[in-house]
């Protein structure tokens, strides 16, 4: 009888450690996912905090250039208060004053700008480029010569990634990060060379307008003013509609890469 | 020996299943991630092609503008 007791408490005794282990093992991998998901939900909040603030830097970055430009551009209205065409009016809306012309080295002039495509900067380099919110991980990329400063301030190194863990990325998808990077590069460079070319066009315009002035005061035809005045009015259709699709660059691709 | 047998069977499925359900989770993530820079960068080079040809409009407009006020330059 005692040894029938004993056998059924033992075989009690091993149904409950099983169910016991049972539960501590699920209470254990629910945890631990629960953390791996805690984790994943912490960087993400932490990745969008960071892009957050990149973002408040970038706005009072805009805002301060803007001012500096404001001023500029109000200079320059005061000297061209004598020709009042459309595009002073597009100026002083300032369109496109989110790019610095700091940011490339184009400086056209009459003489260099017949030769601007061998001027054109086609110099492209292979930097490696940091990504995530604690530049964790990296790809190489290529780089325009005049991006490379902006590039290193945010982190990055010349040359091609050493070797290195990119944390479980998948090759498909680092590959995909590679292509992305590269077209906003090829992307940022026509940009600032379109903002050149823009900004030599209104350079070129204020000069043609004034000689057109000193033109009719020294009683110059008709017929030729009305020509000249002509290509100046295409010009400015053009230079507006230059601008206007900047801005829409502008928009796509400042901040991008930071 | 047999419940021993029995719970380390389970205990491997539990992990497994576990540790797909987080495998499955990154290549969601990675996918959605992919599918944004692929619509961004269509984007980017719709957008370029625009500007160049634009660009190329005012470059021609610029060397009209030359023209007609070379003797006065």
């Known amino acids: 009888m005692r040894n029938l007791k004993t056998i059924i408490n033992i075989s009690t005794m091993k149904k409950y450690i099983t169910g016991l282990s049972l539960f501590l093992l699920f209470v254990t991998v629910i945890t631990l996912t629960s953390f791996q998901q805690d984790d994943r939900n912490k960087n993400q909040n932490k990745n969008n905090q960071d892009k957050k603030e990149k973002n408040n830097q970038g706005k009072k970055e805009k805002i301060s250039t803007k001012s500096e430009s404001d001023d500029k551009m109000d200079q320059k209205s005061k000297k061209d208060k004598n020709n009042n065409s459309p595009m002073d009016n597009e100026k002083g809306k300032g369109h496109y004053k989110k790019i610095n012309s700091k940011d490339y080295d184009y400086n056209w002039t009459i003489e260099n700008f017949k030769d601007r495509n061998k001027n054109k900067n086609n110099e492209k380099v292979l930097i490696c480029h940091k990504f995530n919110s604690n530049n964790e991980s990296q790809v190489t990329i290529r780089v325009s010569s005049n991006a490379i400063k902006a590039h290193m301030n945010h982190g990055d190194i010349m040359g091609e990634c050493p070797p290195f863990d990119n944390k479980g990325y998948s090759n498909n998808y680092l590959k995909n990060r590679t292509d992305y990077y590269n077209t906003i590069e090829v992307g940022r460079d026509q940009m600032y060379y379109s903002q050149s070319i823009l900004d030599y066009a209104l350079e070129r315009l204020t000069g043609s307008r004034q000689q057109l002035v000193v033109m009719q005061n020294n009683n110059m035809p008709v017929a030729e003013i009305e020509k000249k005045q002509e290509t100046i009015v295409v010009l400015e259709k053009n230079v507006s509609l230059l601008e206007t699709l900047i801005n829409v660059a502008a928009n796509i691709l400042v901040d991008k890469l930071q | ?73």
């Open chain 2, 1 to 73: 020996m047999k419940n021993l047998k029995w719970l380390a069977s389970l205990a491997t499925i539990v992990i497994l299943t576990g540790s797909s359900c987080t495998g499955k989770n990154n290549n969601q993530t990675e996918e959605i991630e992919i599918k944004t820079m692929d619509s961004t960068s269509k984007s980017i080079n719709e957008m370029v092609e625009k500007l160049d040809e634009q660009t190329k409009n005012v470059e021609s407009s610029l060397e009209k503008l030359d023209a007609e006020f070379k003797n006065n330059n």
